[in-house]
């Protein structure tokens, strides 16, 4: 159909502001851009001059959603650098930290920012009315994640009580226990969410991607581990940049991140599932299955299983370190500064995080990198647009849009974190 424009002005239901834009020629996709037009916001450019121990303060304000994994990667890095171990409680609070973060940004997508497109509906909201009781469980369940959060960080949005080298507090073992019961319930809770959202209607598409995730070798990973992925890397975090690179693109606020020959890769909780589902729980691994679930899953379609696999993970791994907790007689180790360079990563909700800073004498910040998970996720998810079009080009204007902006929000993309809603333009001439 010549001259053929759909264009819709805003996708809701992510955090920052892009756009996709999707031309086709001849019956066939001739370009496919995710347009990232919100400001960048130069985090790395105003950390420098500024003290190791801020860095994780003014790292969290990058994201409201996650900002604890700003955090942990931050104090990863730094401590890397200053040679600081952070084992024992303190390294289970912050575990415990990460997974009340996982919970809350999980049930957010799950329920809120992804459920709404497999039920037809424009948003929760709207999906409310008709899925009450279970848009209650969605906020009674990232309620819990939130109060987590708020025990072992200070608060919820923008934790305060994270430092390098530990916590400024740490909560009393009765502070912790009261959860023991609410993440009881929240387990069961993460049980029905598998189950509902395996129920969905999921699109017949899957790709070959390389995945790219930590991997640990006694848990599965959150806080820390060796970065590996599905062709065949395996490094520990301060070789990163050898082997994973960014540049910019024209159409985009946001560097395009590639590994090796110029591959795209993903990050995530499909690349997580895939590189490391034995290490999963029992309890996963069986619900997992029942939703129809192998070891491996191709189809982004289904993250949103998978992140309610995840969900359930982090409820179990909340409760075991709960149970075993005993406060540590310091909430912090010793960090003494020096002129140092460190790396460190750790699992977003949305993918693996990467910091990287170099310290002067005084430990103030000299030069300062970040590499969040959209911004290595851009490049597939042009790559998913593109292959989704080409199979699905038959369908209507108004569904393949409404699937182009669903295949984005697969990723549960964070623009702002990457430089408030995506414009989608589709043009078939």
Not at 106 to 123: R, S, T
Not at 406 to 414: F, K
């Amino acid at each position: 159909m010549k001259g053929k424009t759909i264009k819709v002005d805003y996708l809701a239901r992510v955090e920052g502001e892009g756009g996709i834009y999707i031309r086709m020629k001849d019956g066939r996709v001739a370009d496919v851009k995710v347009n990232i037009f919100e400001p960048p916001r130069f985090f790395e450019a105003f950390l420098r001059g500024r003290s190791y121990a801020e860095v994780p303060d003014i790292t969290a304000r990058i994201c409201g959603i996650c900002p604890v994994a700003y955090q942990m990667s931050s104090c990863n890095a730094i401590e890397q650098a200053l040679g600081v171990t952070v084992g024992g409680a303190l390294r289970d609070l912050r575990r415990i930290l990460y997974c009340g973060e996982w919970i809350e940004s999980h049930a957010l997508h799950i329920y809120f920012l992804h459920a709404p497109d497999f039920l037809g509906f424009e948003d929760a909201l709207q999906m409310a009315k008709d899925h009450g009781e279970i848009v209650q469980r969605g906020l009674k369940l990232k309620k819990i994640g939130n109060e987590l959060m708020t025990a072992v960080g200070g608060r919820e949005i923008h934790p305060i009580n994270v430092r390098v080298g530990g916590f400024y507090s740490v909560p009393a073992k009765s502070d912790l226990a009261v959860f023991v019961d609410r993440l009881k319930w929240a387990r069961d809770a993460a049980v029905e969410t598998i189950r509902w959202v395996a129920k969905f209607p999921f699109p017949d598409f899957e790709q070959e991607y390389e995945y790219v995730a930590l991997r640990h070798p006694d848990e599965y990973a959150i806080h820390e581990g060796r970065i590996v992925s599905s062709r065949g890397v395996d490094i520990s975090v301060h070789e990163f940049e050898r082997h994973f690179c960014e540049e910019h693109v024209p159409h985009s606020n946001a560097l395009h991140s590639y590994v090796g020959d110029h591959r795209a890769y993903a990050v995530g909780p499909l690349a997580r599932y895939n590189l490391n589902f034995g290490q999963l729980t029992s309890l996963c691994r069986k619900e997992a299955k029942a939703a129809g679930l192998g070891p491996v899953c191709n189809n982004p379609f289904q993250s949103i299983i998978v992140r309610a696999v995840e969900t359930l993970y982090a409820c179990e791994e909340a409760l075991r370190l709960i149970n075993r907790y005993e406060p540590p007689a310091e909430p912090a180790v010793e960090v003494v500064p020096r002129a140092a360079s460190g790396a460190g990563a750790s699992e977003a909700p949305r993918g693996m995080l990467y910091h990287r800073y170099k310290l002067g004498d005084k430990g103030l910040v000299v030069d300062a990198r970040i590499v969040p998970p959209t911004a290595q996720n851009l490049r597939t998810m042009e790559s998913d647009l593109r292959a989704y079009v080409e199979k699905h080009k038959r369908l209507s204007d108004s569904k393949l849009t409404w699937q182009c902006e669903q295949a984005v929000r697969n990723y549960d993309p964070c623009i702002s974190c990457a430089t408030h809603a995506i414009r989608v333009q589709l043009e078939r001439n």
